[in-house]
């Protein structure tokens, strides 16, 4: 039995939950260039449109439709039952795995419901629309100091340390729904130990699959639940 494991999810495990993947065959994000809306530059060049970008996602997330699917279950309660160490690294910056019960999860890309201080970096909860009148939680004079709290390209990802101990001391790694295309996360797999059984759980191949022992191809939904199911078993 393994007894330290690290999960890898992107957008493909929320894609049945009604959220877009990023890079659909329109190569768009949600109709926008990832660069225009995922950048330093682009929030430069544009920042109520990027704001806007984000408040509509951030609606959309909070909107009665979008809820957690059987995959983001089945990893929490694979969670509550297994005794070894478990983390959950996600790229993703909706709050799915958390509402489905997960307990150890890291938010790499940050999360949508958070706001960060563009002068003190300080980060808040934020389930609200942000843009340049929006006041700031410890300054209200002050205004349109708030930026999403997503790690854009070009940005350090957040708890790199923690994450990169966890890979080199995992016996198994598992990459879900995502495709493989930006780093470091594409890159976790190679960083795992030798001895570290590797599998990637995807709809389709990746520029990694070759690296995994072992690959499942379908839905989320599906190939996450049988798997942990046989797992636990
Ligand atoms: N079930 C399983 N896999 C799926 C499903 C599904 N229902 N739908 C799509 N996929 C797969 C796609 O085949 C693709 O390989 O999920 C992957 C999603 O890939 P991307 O859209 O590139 O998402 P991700 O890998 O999470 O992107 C990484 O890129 O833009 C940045 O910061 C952003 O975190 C994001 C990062």
Redesign the pocket.
């Known amino acids: 039995m393994y007894k330290k494991i690290v999960v890898l999810?992107?957008?493909?495990?929320s894609?049945?939950s009604g959220l877009?993947?990023?890079?659909?065959s329109d190569g768009l994000?949600e109709g926008h260039r990832?660069e225009e809306v995922?950048s330093p530059v682009g929030f430069e060049n544009d920042p109520l449109m990027v704001w806007d970008f984000y408040n509509q996602r951030r609606r959309q997330l909070l909107c009665d439709e979008v809820d957690y699917n059987n995959?983001h279950k089945s990893l929490a309660e694979f969670e509550k039952n297994f005794c070894g160490d478990f983390l959950l690294v996600t790229?993703?910056?909706d709050d799915l795995h958390e509402r489905s019960g997960s307990q150890n999860v890291l938010h790499?890309?940050g999360e949508l419901l958070k706001a960060r201080c563009l002068d003190t970096s300080r980060v808040y909860d934020w389930t609200e629309d942000l843009g340049e009148k929006t006041s700031h939680p410890d300054f209200p004079e002050k205004v349109g100091r708030l930026r999403p709290h997503?790690?854009?390209?070009g940005e350090m990802p957040l708890h790199m340390d923690k994450i990169s101990q966890a890979l080199k001391q995992c016996d198994l790694f598992i990459s879900?729904?995502?495709?493989?295309?930006?780093y470091p996360?594409?890159g976790f797999v190679s960083m795992t130990s030798r001895s570290c059984h590797r599998v990637e759980?995807?709809?389709?191949d990746?520029p990694s699959s070759m690296i995994f022992d072992e690959t499942h191809r379908?839905?989320?939904?599906?190939?996450?639940s049988n798997y942990f199911k046989d797992l636990l078993s």
């Open positions: 999810t992107g957008a493909g495990i894609q049945e877009k993947t990023f890079r659909g994000w990832i995922a995959a790229q993703n910056v790499m890309h997503i790690v854009w390209f879900i729904g995502t495709s493989a295309q930006v996360a594409a759980l995807n709809l389709e990746t379908g839905l989320a939904t599906e190939v996450v």
